[in-house]
């Protein structure tokens, strides 16, 4: 008989409901199921939603000015702001697609020396433990000051969580403990 493995979602919830929290942020938390799995969650969906919604009336925006601008309504140059918004809108929406792809969940699984990334974008990918660099990054929050940032050998990178330094630290003390590589400081 064979025996399934479970899915990610599955895999991920029963580590963040049996483990201990390391750090929990406003939107970050961080899960040590011992003895070998680290759930990371990280998901900046409040700026995702206000980027969406400026972006959409930037877009509102425009295309009413380009219709008053066709019915000759509004003088020709206004036609040019239109267009300076709609390619800043374009512009913003592709920063957080980028930025959606860096964010959501992780399990590192240590016995198995896995990493499975599951984006915001949607796609999940499993990769070894080995190829992964952890390092600190300043954040612009004073609430969460620092990120955590696990980058591949492929160039791929992934925000782990973002929080204080103490709770940080405690992340990548488990980390180091599994023999993860961090990055010295610069």
């Known amino acids: 008989m064979i025996e399934e493995r479970p899915g990610f979602d599955e895999r991920f ?14 939107e970050a938390r961080v899960t040590f199921a011992e003895p070998f799995v680290l759930a990371t969650r990280c998901e900046a969906t409040s700026f995702d939603l206000a980027v969406r919604y400026v972006t959409l009336f930037a877009f509102v ?17 206004v036609a040019i702001f239109a267009v300076f918004w709609v390619i800043a809108a374009f512009g913003a929406r592709r920063w957080a697609k980028r930025r959606r792809s860096e964010l959501g969940r992780a399990i590192l699984d240590f016995e198995a020396e896995t990493l499975t990334l599951a984006p915001l974008s949607g796609s999940t ?20 000051p620092l990120w955590l940032v696990l980058t591949l050998r492929d160039g791929t990178s992934v925000r782990l969580c973002r929080g204080e330094e103490r709770a940080v630290d405690r992340v990548l003390a488990v980390l180091r403990r599994f023999h993860v590589e961090v990055a010295k400081e610069p």
């Open 13 to 26: 919830a029963a580590a963040e409901e049996g483990g201990r929290s390391l750090l929990v942020a406003r």
């Open 61 to 77: 925006v425009a295309g009413v000015v380009g219709v008053l601008v066709v019915v000759r309504a509004a003088p020709a140059p």
């Open 125 to 144: 990918r499993t990769a070894p433990l080995g190829d992964a660099i952890v390092r600190r990054e300043t954040s612009n929050d004073e609430e969460a």
